[in-house]
């Protein structure tokens, strides 16, 4: 019904950039949210980013604002995370996720449908 595969994680230096996408293969509804979540080793996942229905509605959580951009590419079912001035404290696993919804949410409870992950390791 559901399905998200991830993909543009790696490893590279602080400062340095990547851009995660997650194709989303979707049939049982027609509006979602997305949204990208990170876990790092010994800890809880945390809200990243996350993007509504339209694309023109984004939220971010504070240690990434400014340096982290969502963005959808409809006709393709693309969802991007372009991630800029990395630091090694970005450093987890990202997932992506969809809701079934026309706005954005930042918590894991709205979020019904899960990618396997992509790691991320930046170096200092």
């Known amino acids: 019904q559901v399905q998200l595969v991830e993909s543009g994680g790696g490893l590279v230096q602080a400062g340095g950039s990547l851009r995660l996408s997650c194709v989303i293969s979707?049939?049982?509804?027609?509006?979602?949210?997305t949204g990208w979540f990170r876990q790092a080793p010994g800890k809880e996942r945390e809200f990243v980013a996350a993007?509504?229905?339209?694309?023109?509605?984004?939220g971010y959580a504070d240690p990434v604002k400014g340096r982290f951009t969502i963005s959808k590419d409809s006709a393709k079912n693309t969802v991007f995370l372009q991630m800029n001035s990395l630091k090694p404290e970005d450093t987890a696993v990202y997932y992506c996720?969809?809701?079934?919804?026309?706005?954005?949410?930042?918590?894991?409870?709205?979020?019904?449908?899960w990618g396997q992950g992509t790691q991320v390791t930046v170096s200092s």
């Open positions: 993007i509504s229905w339209s694309g023109r509605s984004t």
């Open positions: 979707v049939r049982t509804f027609s509006s979602y949210a």
């Open positions: 996720a969809v809701g079934l919804g026309t706005y954005y949410y930042t918590t894991e409870r709205n979020y019904d449908y």
